[in-house]
């Protein structure tokens, strides 16, 4: 049997946000930089409560 491969969660998390900042550039009429910049600002999680 051969190894599995190993997941690369960060490039996943990251290729996901940039995803989700697209969406909300697009919605909101902002840029992709503009969103990005936002959320990297906000640092918002759902568990901080």
Do not use: N, S, V, W
Request: charged residues 45%.
């Amino acid at each position: 049997m051969g190894k599995k491969p190993k997941r690369h969660t960060e490039a996943t998390a990251d290729r996901e946000k940039a995803i989700e900042a697209l969406y909300f550039a697009r919605k909101c009429g902002l840029t992709k930089e503009e969103a990005l910049k936002m959320f990297r600002e906000a640092q918002i999680r759902i568990d901080d409560g």
